[in-house]
């Protein structure tokens, strides 16, 4: 059974600026993302999470994202529960993006 990893913001920035293929999911509040957007990722609040996984390509290399890492942590373990083979969560969430790969982006 697939186990859910985590990535570091540094090795994500890494990844993404090298072009890896690698979906981000969004798992913050509307009100969340309004704050701080983290680019080209798809929003799905973490509760909407199971009725929306057909939007969701199991084939691809998800990276879950909250503020903190926690709600993104448990979307994660889901994830590979429900078959999905290839998940990171990003440890420390867009907070730890926002402090080690992008410093625009906005704390909260």
Same mark, same amino acid.
């Given at each position: 059974? !697939?186990? !859910?990893? +985590?990535?570091?913001?540094?090795?994500?920035? $890494?990844?993404? =600026? @090298?072009? %890896?293929?690698?979906?981000?999911?969004?798992? @913050? +509040? &509307?009100? +969340?993302?309004?704050?701080?957007?983290?680019?080209? !990722?798809?929003? #799905?609040?973490? /509760?909407? *999470?199971?009725?929306?996984?057909? $939007?969701?390509? &199991?084939?691809? $290399?998800? *990276? #879950? #994202?909250?503020?903190?890492?926690?709600?993104? !942590?448990? #979307?994660?373990?889901?994830?590979? @529960?429900?078959?999905? $083979? @290839? *998940?990171?969560?990003?440890? /420390?969430?867009?907070? =730890?993006?926002?402090?080690?790969? %992008?410093?625009?982006?906005?704390?909260?």
């Amino acid at each position: 059974m !697939a186990q !859910a990893g +985590e990535i570091g913001p540094v090795e994500l920035k $890494e990844r993404l =600026a @090298r072009g %890896d293929r690698l979906a981000i999911l969004d798992v @913050r +509040e &509307p009100e +969340e993302i309004a704050i701080a957007e983290f680019p080209g !990722a798809m929003h #799905v609040p973490m /509760g909407d *999470v199971p009725s929306r996984l057909t $939007e969701l390509d &199991p084939g691809a $290399e998800w *990276v #879950v #994202v909250c503020h903190h890492g926690i709600r993104s !942590a448990q #979307v994660a373990i889901y994830l590979t @529960r429900m078959g999905f $083979e @290839r *998940v990171w969560n990003l440890s /420390g969430g867009i907070d =730890a993006w926002a402090l080690a790969a %992008d410093r625009s982006t906005p704390r909260y």
